[in-house]
């Protein structure tokens, strides 16, 4: 992880943009503590992919919660294929 200045980063984009593109994490220091951080696109794909898959495991786990509590709804085959059919 690299850290620089917001005036640094404007000077020297390419050079932080190389290195975001190649892996590098760079924290953009601004006022106010409202810092940013630059990252590849890969990168953020796959961070996006890995809440994505966090958000169904909680799905998940709270399904099976249900499940042991008995919370579920028991229908036949037949009663499905009818409520497709309304």
Known sequence: ???????????????????????????????????????????????????RNAEYLAKLDRSFAQLKQGEVVIKSMEELERMADE
């Not at 190649?22 to 696109?41: F, Q």
């Open 1 to 51: 992880m690299i850290a620089t200045k917001q005036m640094d980063l404007r000077a020297n984009i390419k050079k932080y943009f190389d290195l975001a593109f190649n892996g590098e994490t760079i924290v953009v220091s601004r006022k106010e503590n409202k810092n940013v951080v630059v990252i590849s696109e890969q990168e953020y794909n796959e961070l996006q992919r890995a809440k």
